[in-house]
């Protein structure tokens, strides 16, 4: 690749620059521009129409990075900006084609987090996320888990979808309805997280001090509130080998030789190849969450009796 270019991308023209430079050991900022716009069309569903935060990696994922939230003013027009805060009003950028994630790769970003809400009805998410953070590289544990974690949802007649996020755990994502805000999704979150916990205390803990974890997965509840976030599928993570947050299947979370870093910028394409993505359909089955409420009441009721 040349070192400068002007490309066309859906109906945008777009100066792309420094294509050459080291974004990782071994991969170049060209190949990260190549992956998000040939991923785009299994992405965009995700990402469309939600408030997007950036890590940004200038000089390489090497080198001090830097969080985005705010959409700079040099932003084209084109790229959509979602207001959204409580006192402080934050402009997001967000994401509708290929040539959104191309520019955003252009500056240098590398992580794509994702809030939970759709700009909509950004107090209603249509995500519950558990995030299941192991102590150390301790995967079969956090496997064991996630499917004890699947078992307890489906009990109380949800969804549950699951997403190696690319560094050391996984995320376990549950479709709503939208008819709950942050506020009760989150409580709910905490209750099942707690329920779980209270019935394997030694494998894992809710504890947000990390001195207090020991060496137990930590169920972290905490992408459920308002104006936070959690990594995109297929968002490229910045650690060495550029891996991927995968959603992947329930059959190949049980693999014995899967890893949360399994996938990367180059063979998530051949997994794809294989199979459909298995998120492809998810926000079509979100459920409320007052049947399930009312299970998880009857759970906590006969723990104490």
């Known amino acids: 690749m040349s070192?400068?270019?002007?490309?066309?991308?859906?109906?945008?023209?777009?100066?792309?620059?420094?294509l050459e430079k080291a974004l990782f050991p071994g991969i170049s900022k060209g190949e990260l521009i190549r992956y998000y716009l040939k991923i785009a069309p299994v992405m965009l569903p995700h990402i469309k129409d939600r408030p997007l935060s950036f890590q940004r990696f200038p000089d390489g994922i090497n080198a001090e990075g830097f969080y985005q939230k705010q959409a700079p003013s040099a932003y084209p027009e084109w790229i959509k900006r979602i207001p959204l805060g409580v006192k402080d009003i934050v402009d997001y950028a967000s994401a509708d084609s290929a040539?959104?994630?191309?520019?955003?790769a252009q500056q240098a970003v590398i992580v794509i987090h994702t809030s939970l809400a759709r700009a909509d009805k950004p107090h209603n998410p249509d995500l519950l996320v558990f995030d299941l953070d192991?102590?150390?590289?301790?995967?079969?544990?956090?496997?064991?888990?996630a499917l004890q974690m699947r078992a307890l949802l489906e009990g109380l007649d949800l969804k549950c979808y699951v997403k190696l996020t690319g560094s050391r755990?996984?995320?376990?994502?549950?479709?709503?309805?939208?008819?709950?805000?942050?506020?009760?999704?989150?409580?709910?979150?905490d209750r099942v997280a707690g329920l779980y916990q209270r019935k394997h205390p030694d494998e894992t803990t809710v504890e947000?001090?990390?001195?207090?974890?020991?060496?137990?997965i930590f169920i972290d509840t905490n992408r459920n509130h308002f104006a936070q976030t959690a990594v995109a599928p297929y968002s490229v993570r910045a650690r060495e080998g550029?891996?991927?947050a995968a959603p992947i299947t329930w059959g190949e979370l049980s693999n014995?030789?899967?890893k949360p870093a399994q996938f990367n910028i180059e063979n998530i394409f051949d997994l794809l190849a294989n199979r459909a993505d298995p998120w492809a359909d998810i926000y079509r089955h979100g459920l409320p969450l007052k049947r399930a409420e009312g299970l998880l009441q009857s759970l906590e009721n006969s723990e104490k009796s």
Do not use: Q
């Open 208 to 216: 947000i001090s990390k001195a207090k974890r020991g060496n137990r």
């Open 169 to 189: 755990g996984v995320h376990l994502a549950v479709p709503l309805d939208r008819s709950w805000d942050f506020g009760l999704v989150n409580s709910f979150a």
């Open 3 to 18: 070192n400068k270019i002007k490309t066309t991308v859906g109906s945008h023209r777009i100066e792309l620059t420094n």
């Open 99 to 104: 040539a959104d994630l191309v520019y955003f």
């Open 256 to 258: 014995a030789d899967i």
């Open 134 to 145: 192991p102590p150390a590289d301790d995967f079969g544990m956090v496997k064991k888990t």
């Open 242 to 244: 550029a891996p991927v």
